[in-house]
């Protein structure tokens, strides 16, 4: 699956993946030190480390943000869409600020 980091020029941010998930998505993780996400899955408890790569200009975006856009297109539709909420995490807690 391909999953990409997308922003708006007003800082709108989203993920699209080129397939569906296994799972409703419930949430993202920022890891501001490793400059990670992983998708959340409620319903069965999984989370999904992406590997798409979080560059510097992404990152006071996602610091500033509390929700993020989710998008899954198979054949050219859109299969599923879902706006969800987006935590930070770090090892140091100026990365938080």
């Not at 999984?46 to 509390?66: H, Q, T």
Request: aromatic share 8%; proline share 3%; glycine share 8%.
């Amino acid at each position: 699956m391909q999953i990409d980091l997308l922003a708006t020029r007003s800082g709108e941010l989203g993920i699209l993946a080129n397939g569906s998930f296994s799972s409703d998505v419930s949430g993202v993780i920022f890891d501001v030190a490793e400059r990670s996400l992983t998708l959340e899955f409620g319903a069965s408890m999984d989370s999904l480390k992406l590997n798409c790569p979080v560059g510097e200009d992404f990152v006071p975006w996602l610091k500033a943000r509390e929700f993020m856009h989710i998008c899954c297109i198979e054949k050219g539709r859109m299969i599923y869409a879902k706006q969800v909420p987006v935590v930070k995490v770090s090892i140091n807690d100026d990365d938080l600020v």
